[in-house]
């Protein structure tokens, strides 16, 4: 029995060593990021005098000199909106025509002050007054980051003139990207600016997902640029995805000042009818959904029907 209880302490005391000996090898070591297939960049815009960040997600399967040209979707919002596009076209591999999803904006490694001051300025519309509710409070905060009304806002023109002139080029060398399938996506503010881009007449978009746009930018702007539009024009070729969550209808902000979802109905109504033989509109509102949560349903759904094979 001595012999036997010895054995056991010693075993004991053997495993307890063990146990506490490898400490230091179960730490947490770090490794690099398995992104999958993303490849990212920054430039130097001439025009705008701004460094942008640009992330790349590769579609699935993609192989360098396939010979095969592929969809592109442009998302806003640099890496706060990447995440979500790109894993959302990524996990529908198989049900869409997987594009390449090119973000561009403020990296993750910048501050939010730096962001707010970006999106604000790029994505607002010129000859804003500002007068108005909602441009009141713009005003606001660019009173907040110390910038004059005139520097703060009213970017859009310089950002599509980047997206187009500068960005496109650049990654049109380097991956084979199909000119005539380009697409755009925003959220929010820069869900403004993609609803804005659509009646522009450098826009090289055929495709748009939008989720809450916050569609009183520019006091009605929006709406402007559409009946300028229509005037002169008999068919708009493209297919829009416009979408937002029911829940932001009952937010003071959103709603009652930023007219997301009042904003997105009344630009579909007027779309519908305007009867272009090329346009293609479907809105939908997500119930229980509110202005963040809403992003991920709305990317998925609007890849789903305008990326469809």
Known sequence: MRIATATFAAAAACLLALSAAPVDAQQLEPRPVPLQQVEAFTFQSPSMGVRFSVSVGLPPGYKAGDGKKYQALISTDGDWAFPAVNTAARS???????????????????????????????????????????????????????????????????????????????????????????????????????????????????????????????????????????????????????????????????????RIVSGTAHLAGVLAGRKYPGLKVVTEFHPGMGHVDVVGTAVVRGLRTLYAK
């Open 92 to 258: 529908l591999a198989g049900v869409i025509e997987s594009p390449f999803v090119i973000s561009i904006g403020t990296g993750a490694d910048e501050s939010e002050a730096l962001w707010t001051q970006r999106r604000i300025y790029e994505f607002s519309p010129p000859d804003w007054d500002m007068k108005d509710v909602f441009g009141q409070l713009v005003g606001g905060l660019c009173a907040q980051m110390k910038t004059e009304p005139a520097k703060c806002t009213g970017g859009a023109p310089k950002f599509l003139n980047v997206i187009v002139s500068e960005l496109l080029p650049l990654v049109k060398a380097k991956y084979p990207i199909d000119p005539d399938q380009l697409g755009l996506f925003g959220v929010s503010a820069g869900g403004f600016f993609a609803s804005w881009a659509i009646f522009q007449p450098n826009s090289p978009f055929k495709k748009y997902v939008i989720s809450s746009p916050a569609m009183a930018y520019g006091d009605g702007e929006i709406f402007r640029q559409e009946a300028r539009y229509a005037k002169d024009h008999k068919d708009l070729a493209v297919g829009i995805y416009l979408s937002a969550g029911v829940l932001e209808t009952g937010d003071a902000d959103l709603e009652g000042v930023g």
